[in-house]
């Protein structure tokens, strides 16, 4: 039930194309949902996060849309840039437990190709 | 520039040595904690320090043993490590652990490179 379930392992996108990265999670009572991104050799950082009480939020190129019904969240890169090449996890908690219990997806690495 | 300082960068080290990382933030932080990440996975929590006391521990072998000095400050002390300890130690922080207000942004160090020979 802490599961979160990320797809695809590897994503390959032309320059300027949109990529799409997909989770998802069985605990109903998940209710923060953050995307970090991590280049190699780094750590990774917090790139977009969504509460199940919107079904979309929108920073620059980056989009989370959230289907709360069907438990599943996506992030959608516009534009997508050499620069976007990194390994994107999705993760999932529960707002009382906060970070103790933020459980991470498997990870996708996208390329992004000129 | 990440914020959250860790040396050393790289670490190889035999079974039966001792040595320890080092984790420092200056963010005026309250939670700080240690990951385990693999090759081509996800980190993997090991410990939480919330206000300098420990709050979680994800059954960690004994061989790891955490510290937190002052709330600036994150150790990790490594002793008889086996191979496939071999990692990436990733040390964060974030505001405060989570709680009604929902979970806190975490900021991550770059990391050491463990090799354990």
């Known amino acids: 039930q802490q599961q979160v379930k990320q797809s695809p392992q590897s994503l390959i996108v032309q320059k300027g194309g949109i990529s799409i990265i997909n989770c998802a999670y069985e605990?109903?009572?998940?209710?923060?949902f953050p995307w970090y991104q991590q280049f190699p050799g780094k750590g990774p950082a917090l790139l977009i996060a969504?509460?199940?009480?919107?079904s979309e939020k929108k920073e620059g190129r980056f989009t989370i849309s959230f289907n709360k019904s069907a438990k599943q969240f996506s992030l959608h890169i516009m534009d997508s840039q050499p620069g976007d090449s990194a390994t994107y996890f999705c993760a999932a908690t529960i707002s009382n437990f906060g970070n103790e219990k933020l459980t991470f997806g498997t990870g996708t690495r996208l390329t992004i190709i000129p | 520039d990440t914020e959250v300082t860790q040396t050393p960068k790289h670490l190889v080290m035999g079974m039966t040595n001792k040595k320890s990382l080092k984790c420092e933030q200056h963010?005026?932080?309250?939670?700080m904690y240690w990951y385990k990440q693999k090759a081509k996975k996800p980190p993997e929590l090991m410990f939480v320090?919330?206000?300098?006391?420990?709050?979680i521990n994800e059954s960690v072998p004994s061989r790891f043993s955490p510290e937190c000095p002052n709330s600036s400050l994150l150790n990790l002390h490594l002793h008889a490590l086996q191979p496939e300890d071999s990692a990436l130690y990733l040390c964060a922080s974030s505001h405060n652990k989570g709680g009604a207000r929902g979970a806190g942004e975490l900021f991550f160090g770059e990391g050491s490179r463990l090799t354990v020979l």
């Open positions: 969504i509460r199940p009480d919107v």
């Open positions: 963010m005026g932080h309250r939670a």
């Open positions: 605990n109903t009572a998940f209710d923060y």
């Open positions: 320090y919330s206000y300098e006391k420990l709050s």
